[in-house]
Each structure stands twice: as C-alpha cells, then as structure tokens.
C-alpha cells in the first residue's frame, strides 16, 4: 500500500498548533474523500507508548529510542507500519480497508459520528460534520444547527425570513463567529451575515461552549463558532447541488477543485438562491417570506512544501445579497416613499480575502509559527417604510501566532500580537454615526497535558482599544478523567465587545418604535462597551448498553454581565438603549444522550432550561421571547453501504419550545407569554451511488405558526406597527427536494 506522508497542520484552526513530540492525523477513504478516522491505534512496535485518535482523526505521543517503526491500527483496515525519522515533519496517513481473500464474504465498514464531543482537548468543543449538513434543508450556516442540540435557531422577525441563533441562552452577538478562526460575522454583518456562508461549502463546523481561547480575540462571551471550507487539496473535483422548495426558494451549488502541480491546488465554489413567488398564507397581506436573489463567489488557493514545512492559503470572496419584504404586491419603482403600501429593500454587497501562512521548523517538529491576515469591505443600504439605513463596514485584521514547548512536550505555550481595523460608515435616517476602531493586543497560552488524565489551558490578553480602552481578558480550561470514559470540564473566562446597536438589531426597524439612546459618555453610541465572566463546568459519561454505545452530558454555565447594552422593548411605542444598572445573567443548563443501539440506528436527546433575566428600568425581568424550557430529539436511521455507494438515509427531528414571556404591545400586555408549541422536521435521502444522490424533506411538518405575527399589519405606518415579536415559525409547513451529484 502506497504510503501518504506529507506536512499536516492543523488546518481547521490554522493556529499552526504545536505538536507532540510526533503528531498527525489518520484518515480513511470515504466516497473518494479522506474523512479523519476516530479510535485507531496508534503506537511504537514492541513498545507500551502509544494513542488514540481523536474524533478529528488526531494523535500525539512522545519519541522513543527504542524503534523507528510506527504502527498504525483499526478494525477492518489494514494494519500499516511506517519508518519515522525525529526529523519528520507531522503525518497525514490514510488506511485502507482490509479486502483480502479470507474476509471477502465479510463487510467491515466504519460509520463516523455526525456530531462528535470532544475527549481529548481541555475545552468544550463539539465537531459537526459535512454529514450532519445534510440533514437541513439545503442550508446556509444560519440553517446548519437544525439537528444540534447545543444551537437554538428561531427566525429574528416576521419579514426577512432570516433565522437567528443562541447558544447559552444568548444571541449570536456574544459568540465568535469565525472563518477558519478568522472573525467573519460581525459587525455591519450581524444581522443577514449567517446566510452568507452556503452550507455546501462547509467542510465542518466547531462549536466550543463557554469562553473560547484568547488567540482568536477577546470577543467571545458565551463561545465560539468556527466554520471550515472545505480544502481545494482534499475536496472532490467537481459537485453540484439543485434544490427548490414549497416557500419559493431555488438554489444551486457548484464546487471545482483542480491540483496545479504536486504543491499548488486551487478550488473554485458558486453559489446562487431566488425567491420569486410571492407567499401570504395567514392572509395578513404581507410576504411571509421575502423575495431574494443572492450570488455568491469564493476562489481559494493551497500550497503546501512538506519537505521545507510550509503550507498557505490564499481566498477571495465577493457576494451580492438582495431583498424585498413588505406588502403583498409592493412594487419599489411605485410604492417607495408612499404610504400606499409598506415595503423595503435590503441591498448588501461584501467583498472578502484572505491570507494564512504557516511553517513548522523541520528540524524541530514541535516549534512553529503561523501567520493570518484578512480584509474585508460590507456595504449594505435598506429602507424600511419611510426609515433609512446604511452602514459600510471596511475591516481589516492580522494575528501572528508562535508555538513551542517548555522543557518537554507536556508543557506547551502560545504567544502571539494581532491588530484589527474597522471603520463604519453608518447612517439612521439623517443622523451619521460614524467611527474607526482599531486595536492592538498580545497574548499568552500556556497548556499542560500528562497525557493520561489530565490537561489544562490558561491563557491572557492584553489589549489596548481607542473606544474599549486598556483591558486585560484572561481564559482557563480544565480536564480531568477519574475514570477512563469518565471526561470533566470545567471554565472561566472573561470577554468585551463593542455593541453595534442597530446593525445587530435590525429587526427594530421593522416596527414604527421610538428609538431611544440614553447615552452616558461612553465612546460608542455614547454607551460603554459590555463586560461579561462566563463560568462552565461539564460532565460527560460515555457508556455501553445492550451491545450499541453512548454518553450522557450535563452542562452548567453562568454569563454575568458586569455591564451590558440592554434593549429595552418594555414600554409601549419605544425601544431604548442603555448600560445596565443592576444586574444581567443567563444560567443554562443542559442535560444531552446520544446513543446508538446498532450501527444502522443513532437517537439524540437534549433538554434545555434557561434562566436569562436582565435589570429593565421596569424591573428584573425574565429576556423576552426566550423559552425557559426546551427539549430536543433526533432519530437517524440509515442502510448499510452497498459496495456501489447506494444507501438509504432518514433522519427526525423534533423541538418543544416552553412558554415565551412577550414584551408589551397593543396586543398582549406586559408580562404575558406565548404558548408552548413542538415542531417536527424530516428529510429522507437515497444515495444511489458514490457520485449520485437525491433527497426529499419536510420542516414543520405539524404546519404550527404563529397567529397574526405582525401587530397592526392593517396600519403599517401607524405608531402600533411591530414585526419584531416574533416566537414562532410563520410560513408553515414547507416541503423540499434536491439532488447531489460529484465527481
């Protein structure tokens, strides 16, 4: 068997971790695609000193003196021996399915989780993979959480159709967004930016709970979301995706990679949506979903020089976004400015690119550094009825980052300086609120691992910010195993951000409120930036029952603002901003199972309780629009592989929403709630061979929706008009197709 021996770094951080004393990764051929090969073996011959892949196929483990040859095992493959030499660089392996004469009548196969719980790394990471993509309906990364109970997804208002997230009880403004731990949406892109990744080209998804490291920022407050794309040296050749669904939305999907020579490769992803068809069925006489075009172009580039230890890569992106939401029959070249009909237009166009470069020192395997930089340029121009809103976002940030060890490979350290820049251009009807922000800061991580039973990562950062000031935002994680399936986590940290309070609240302009700013001068809107300690422990018991495996997972973690911008919806015909006086918390805890009884049968179950309250100026308040309680399930099912390809798949999915406290409006008085409800999603999937699949599905198959969304939809002009309190789906039950097909 040919032998697969190149540079790996660790791409989907592109830190440029450093490594064991020897590290890599194992794959295994999957669909003409190395997918990482969790659980193989992994150990020195004749020796004691070995290790476990982890679900991202990574392993690590000390030198010895005694032997060179590296073996590498797993159930159903073959077994491969390799020659190491202490100047290697780190090893990308792939092992290939045992096919010989004696087990010809027998199928070995190895079915990968879809979701995967981190066992090995001190924080809180879950991995979600391109399989588990597949289950939502098409998707852009807003759409991707469907079938992940650590996400809750909800749609933000009654017009755009954009859906939100909350992780811990908070919305995605707390979270790190990042792209290939790079900071994507933020900012002027808080609102739609979501819908601008399409979920094709994810390769995976990381979700950490509770503060993240402090080498991707001090943004991060109630965790982090990291998206990788997929790579131009390990995706397919060429891929194409075709969907349509009962709302109205078409898409498509086209990925090209090609390899220039034995070190460059390059890949070119398309992406284009439209809503056409205008949608009214609660008959309130307005669009229940908007009509929409987006185009969407990235080009990528990957070098990698295993022998001198560099890889790169290189993007560019440009993407155009457009939407009409309003009234029934609302023309803009007619209705604009009128109060004939209510209508609005969200025009965004954004520019993107990229730089990464990392290099690991061949002589020294566990020495190296990485380099990132990107820029970006997010234009958008909306009305809303008679409201104007523009805001240009121009952004540009660079991290360098160096990794080492202290005496051994036990210990390791982080170091590293990254600057950001971010001018807005922004504008509210007549008023400009324009500024620059920039920073420049310096951290330190420092990370113990005995490789047994125990590891921890305590980092801090120091920043100096010309609105946030001189701040420091210190991080600490920790595992311990008392048993061998046993994992505890616990965290603390402490994170700041700016609030950019109309671009991460655009929905308030989709109401005819009295916008309020109570500033107290501070530097940002005349606010102070928000503050917030994030507390986290978790307890994971991974078990085996009647012949199939699981783990069972409770997680408890506390965010207390020490200050926050609080958007107060309280009083009637008014939202007013101001820095909280009292108290901020969310508490949330979740009680999660995963189990599969057989190969061919996965179950998830999650339950959820929130306890999010913030000090209004009418009192300590329970968040509205903020379930207290919720629960998840999901059923996954799928036929064994035939050697063709050909599989059935079907997944279920279902979400129970407690009761929701509404804020005050003509409609409902202050402290009322909404009605617990339950939606069901499905989608059955028939792979008829490696390269050709089709799919069909339903969301919401109960057909549940919220009655009259809009308040006042029949006096959209008037001061009553509010499309913001929405707590439910509005279109309904929506059915969906589409069809895969790679090359």
């Given at each position: 068997?040919?032998?697969?021996?190149?540079?790996?770094?660790?791409?989907?951080?592109?830190?440029v971790n450093a490594q064991e004393t020897f590290s890599g990764t194992i794959f295994s051929k999957e669909?003409?695609?190395?997918?990482?090969?969790?659980?193989?073996?992994?150990?020195?011959?004749?020796?004691?000193?070995?290790?476990?892949?982890?679900?991202?196929?990574?392993?690590?483990?000390?030198?010895?003196?005694?032997?060179?040859?590296?073996?590498?095992?797993?159930?159903?493959?073959?077994?491969?021996?390799?020659?190491?030499?202490?100047?290697?660089?780190?090893?990308?392996?792939?092992?290939?399915?045992?096919?010989?004469?004696?087990?010809?009548?027998?199928?070995?196969?190895?079915?990968?989780?879809?979701?995967?719980?981190?066992?090995?790394?001190?924080?809180?990471?879950?991995?979600?993979?391109?399989?588990?993509?597949?289950?939502?309906?098409?998707?852009?990364?807003?759409?991707?959480?469907?079938?992940?109970?650590?996400?809750?997804?909800?749609?933000?208002?009654?017009?755009?159709?954009?859906?939100?997230?909350?992780?811990?009880?908070?919305?995605?403004?707390?979270?790190?967004?990042?792209?290939?731990?790079?900071?994507?949406?933020?900012?002027?892109?808080?609102?739609?930016?979501?819908?601008?990744?399409?979920?094709?080209?994810?390769?995976?998804?990381?979700?950490?709970?509770?503060?993240?490291?402090?080498?991707?920022?001090?943004?991060?407050?109630?965790?982090?979301?990291?998206?990788?794309?997929?790579?131009?040296?390990?995706?397919?050749?060429?891929?194409?995706?075709?969907?349509?669904?009962?709302?109205?939305?078409?898409?498509?999907?086209?990925?090209?990679?090609?390899?220039?020579?034995?070190?460059?490769?390059?890949?070119?992803?398309?992406?284009?949506?439209?809503?056409?068809?205008?949608?009214?069925?609660?008959?309130?006489?307005?669009?229940?979903?908007?009509?929409?075009?987006?185009?969407?172009?990235?080009?990528?580039?990957?070098?990698?020089?295993?022998?001198?230890?560099?890889?790169?890569?290189?993007?560019?992106?440009?993407?155009?976004?457009?939407?009409?939401?309003?009234?029934?029959?609302?023309?803009?070249?007619?209705?604009?400015?009128?109060?004939?009909?209510?209508?609005?237009?969200?025009?965004?166009?954004?520019?993107?690119?990229?730089?990464?470069?990392?290099?690991?020192?061949?002589?020294?395997?566990?020495?190296?550094?990485?380099?990132?930089?990107?820029?970006?340029?997010?234009?958008?121009?909306?009305?809303?009825?008679?409201?104007?809103?523009?805001?240009?976002?121009?952004?540009?940030?660079?991290?360098?980052?160096?990794?080492?060890?202290?005496?051994?490979?036990?210990?390791?350290?982080?170091?590293?300086?990254?600057?950001?820049?971010?001018?807005?251009?922004?504008?509210?009807?007549?008023?400009?609120?324009?500024?620059?922000?920039?920073?420049?800061?310096?951290?330190?991580?420092?990370?113990?691992?005995?490789?047994?039973?125990?590891?921890?990562?305590?980092?801090?950062?120091?920043?100096?910010?010309?609105?946030?000031?001189?701040?420091?935002?210190?991080?600490?994680?920790?595992?311990?195993?008392?048993?061998?399936?046993?994992?505890?986590?616990?965290?603390?940290?402490?994170?700041?951000?700016?609030?950019?309070?109309?671009?991460?609240?655009?929905?308030?302009?989709?109401?005819?409120?009295?916008?309020?700013?109570?500033?107290?001068?501070?530097?940002?809107?005349?606010?102070?930036?928000?503050?917030?300690?994030?507390?986290?422990?978790?307890?994971?018991?991974?078990?085996?029952?009647?012949?199939?495996?699981?783990?069972?997972?409770?997680?408890?973690?506390?965010?207390?603002?020490?200050?926050?911008?609080?958007?107060?919806?309280?009083?009637?015909?008014?939202?007013?901003?101001?820095?909280?006086?009292?108290?901020?918390?969310?508490?949330?805890?979740?009680?999660?199972?995963?189990?599969?009884?057989?190969?061919?049968?996965?179950?998830?179950?999650?339950?959820?309780?929130?306890?999010?309250?913030?000090?209004?100026?009418?009192?300590?308040?329970?968040?509205?629009?903020?379930?207290?309680?919720?629960?998840?399930?999901?059923?996954?099912?799928?036929?064994?592989?035939?050697?063709?390809?050909?599989?059935?798949?079907?997944?279920?999915?279902?979400?129970?929403?407690?009761?929701?406290?509404?804020?005050?409006?003509?409609?409902?008085?202050?402290?009322?709630?909404?009605?617990?409800?339950?939606?069901?999603?499905?989608?059955?999937?028939?792979?008829?061979?490696?390269?050709?699949?089709?799919?069909?599905?339903?969301?919401?198959?109960?057909?549940?929706?919220?009655?009259?969304?809009?308040?006042?939809?029949?006096?959209?002009?008037?001061?009553?008009?509010?499309?913001?309190?929405?707590?439910?789906?509005?279109?309904?039950?929506?059915?969906?197709?589409?069809?895969?097909?790679?090359?």
């Amino acid at each position: 068997m040919k032998k697969y021996i190149i540079l790996l770094l660790s791409i989907y951080s592109f830190s440029v971790n450093a490594q064991e004393t020897f590290s890599g990764t194992i794959f295994s051929k999957e669909s003409n695609k190395n997918r990482p090969l969790e659980g193989a073996n992994v150990f020195w011959l004749g020796t004691q000193i070995g290790a476990v892949t982890d679900q991202n196929g990574n392993f690590s483990l000390p030198f010895t003196t005694e032997t060179k040859q590296l073996v590498i095992s797993y159930l159903g493959f073959k077994t491969d021996t390799l020659t190491i030499e202490k100047n290697d660089a780190l090893l990308e392996h792939i092992l290939y399915e045992d096919a010989s004469e004696n087990l010809d009548e027998v199928t070995l196969t190895q079915r990968r989780k879809a979701i995967q719980k981190s066992y090995l790394a001190a924080q809180n990471i879950i991995n979600v993979n391109s399989a588990e993509l597949l289950k939502a309906a098409c998707c852009n990364l807003s759409e991707s959480f469907e079938t992940n109970p650590s996400i809750d997804v909800s749609f933000s208002d009654a017009l755009t159709g954009t859906k939100q997230i909350k992780m811990l009880g908070l919305t995605s403004p707390y979270l790190l967004i990042t792209e290939e731990n790079i900071p994507m949406v933020r900012g002027a892109s808080q609102a739609y930016g979501l819908t601008f990744t399409p979920g094709t080209w994810i390769e995976s998804i990381q979700i950490t709970k509770g503060m993240g490291t402090v080498v991707n920022g001090y943004e991060s407050i109630a965790g982090q979301i990291n998206t990788e794309i997929k790579k131009p040296f390990s995706d397919v050749p060429l891929f194409f995706n075709f969907f349509t669904s009962a709302n109205g939305r078409q898409e498509m999907n086209a990925h090209g990679n090609f390899k220039v020579n034995n070190k460059w490769s390059s890949g070119l992803f398309l992406h284009a949506n439209q809503r056409t068809q205008e949608k009214d069925r609660n008959g309130d006489s307005f669009l229940d979903v908007p009509l929409a075009k987006q185009v969407n172009i990235l080009n990528r580039w990957q070098y990698t020089d295993a022998e001198k230890g560099w890889v790169s890569f290189a993007s560019v992106r440009w993407m155009e976004d457009n939407k009409q939401i309003g009234a029934v029959g609302f023309n803009p070249e007619l209705d604009r400015d009128k109060n004939s009909l209510w209508g609005s237009e969200i025009q965004t166009n954004r520019f993107d690119s990229s730089l990464k470069v990392g290099y690991v020192f061949p002589e020294i395997p566990f020495q190296s550094f990485g380099f990132q930089s990107a820029y970006s340029n997010h234009k958008q121009k909306a009305y809303y009825g008679y409201r104007r809103y523009e805001i240009d976002q121009e952004s540009f940030y660079a991290n360098l980052l160096f990794n080492s060890i202290i005496g051994n490979t036990k210990n390791k350290f982080k170091a590293g300086l990254n600057f950001s820049f971010d001018q807005y251009l922004e504008k509210v009807d007549t008023f400009f609120f324009d500024r620059n922000d920039q920073s420049l800061g310096g951290f330190f991580e420092y990370s113990y691992d005995n490789l047994e039973n125990f590891s921890l990562v305590g980092g801090i950062r120091v920043d100096t910010h010309n609105r946030l000031g001189t701040f420091i935002t210190p991080r600490f994680h920790l595992r311990y195993l008392p048993q061998e399936k046993i994992i505890i986590r616990a965290s603390v940290g402490s994170g700041r951000k700016a609030a950019n309070i109309f671009a991460e609240n655009q929905t308030l302009f989709g109401t005819n409120r009295l916008i309020s700013i109570q500033q107290n001068g501070g530097l940002i809107y005349g606010l102070n930036p928000e503050i917030a300690w994030n507390y986290g422990v978790s307890v994971r018991k991974i078990f085996s029952l009647w012949g199939g495996e699981g783990d069972i997972t409770a997680d408890y973690y506390i965010t207390d603002f020490t200050d926050q911008v609080v958007v107060d919806w309280e009083e009637q015909g008014k939202i007013s901003f101001y820095n909280l006086e009292g108290s901020s918390r969310a508490n949330s805890f979740q009680l999660a199972v995963d189990y599969s009884p057989v190969k061919a049968l996965s179950f998830r179950f999650a339950y959820k309780n929130y306890d999010v309250k913030t000090a209004y100026k009418s009192g300590f308040l329970q968040r509205p629009l903020q379930a207290q309680n919720r629960f998840f399930g999901n059923m996954g099912w799928e036929t064994e592989r035939k050697s063709n390809g050909a599989q059935w798949r079907w997944d279920l999915t279902y979400h129970a929403l407690g009761k929701q406290r509404l804020v005050s409006s003509i409609r409902d008085g202050n402290g009322s709630y909404a009605s617990a409800y339950g939606l069901w999603n499905s989608q059955l999937t028939r792979a008829f061979n490696t390269k050709l699949e089709v799919y069909a599905g339903v969301e919401n198959l109960g057909d549940y929706t919220q009655k009259n969304p809009i308040i006042a939809a029949d006096d959209p002009f008037g001061i009553n008009f509010d499309s913001a309190q929405v707590y439910a789906p509005v279109f309904g039950r929506m059915l969906y197709a589409g069809l895969r097909w790679n090359l």
